[in-house]
């Protein structure tokens, strides 16, 4: 079965350091999804993205944060200054129409955490 | 967006079926009703979805009440592995792109 692949699969950071934590989605869909969890918190919206650019983004993803399409095949998410609130599992995700009537599939995910 | 509404946990002894309830009666006519479980340390796993008519699937059954106000997705024969936590989510059918919004959902304990 087709999945989604992210990596790295943990990554540690110092506080301000920038990150980018990289994704593989599912090669014939077309929107792309961030999302982030807390530890011990609900899974949380940052951004969707289609046609390569943003269709949608919650107040979390503020100017700290930024994603890009660089190939046909990655996927990524920058953060440009860390901060220990960043500390979080991040999840990317794909579907391949965006409507309601398809699921998405989900990465195992990078856990991040700043120090 | 349509909410939805959960227990926050459900336990179940392993081999036997599992009823896990959802509530969303400001659904709208459009509204599909997803389901989604995250296993420990995983990201989300897509379920099932349905839009009237009940739906099964290698991995569940979804059972929708008529006035689509509820529905309930059952395993049916409850393993070890089927212990995470599960979400109830409501997509319209007509908006492309938008996102999951994740409640608390039901964790579900599975006992040998």
């Known amino acids: 079965e087709p999945e989604v692949t992210q990596t790295p699969s943990h990554q540690v950071t110092q506080m301000g350091q920038e990150v980018i934590l990289r994704c593989v989605p599912i090669s014939n869909h077309l929107y792309f999804y961030w999302y982030r969890q807390i530890l011990g918190q609900k899974v949380e919206f940052l951004v969707s993205?289609?046609?390569?650019?943003?269709?949608?983004k919650s107040e979390i993803f503020d100017d700290q944060f930024s994603v890009e399409r660089p190939d046909g095949s990655n996927f990524t998410l920058k953060i440009r200054s860390t901060k220990l609130e960043d500390s979080a599992m991040y999840f990317c995700?794909?579907?391949?129409?965006?409507?309601?009537?398809?699921?998405?599939?989900f990465g195992s995910g990078t856990r991040l955490t700043v120090v | 967006d349509a909410k939805t509404t959960q227990p926050n946990s459900m336990e179940s002894n392993e081999e036997e079926p599992v009823h896990l309830p959802c509530n969303h009666s400001t659904i709208s006519g459009t509204d599909y009703i997803h389901w989604y479980r995250q296993l420990p340390s995983q990201g989300p796993e897509y379920v099932i979805h349905?839009?009237?008519s009940n739906v099964n699937n290698r991995m569940a059954s979804l059972a929708i009440a008529e006035d689509r106000k509820s529905s309930t997705l059952i395993l049916h024969r409850a393993t070890l592995r089927d212990a995470a936590v599960y979400y109830c989510?409501?997509?319209?059918?007509?908006?492309?792109?938008?996102?999951?919004?994740f409640g608390g959902g039901t964790r579900l304990m599975v006992k040998p």
């Open positions: 995700a794909s579907n391949s129409q965006g409507r309601g009537n398809y699921g998405y599939t």
């Open positions: 993205f289609y046609n390569n650019e943003i269709s949608e």
């Open positions: 989510i409501l997509r319209d059918r007509d908006n492309a792109g938008n996102m999951l919004t």
């Open positions: 349905g839009l009237t």
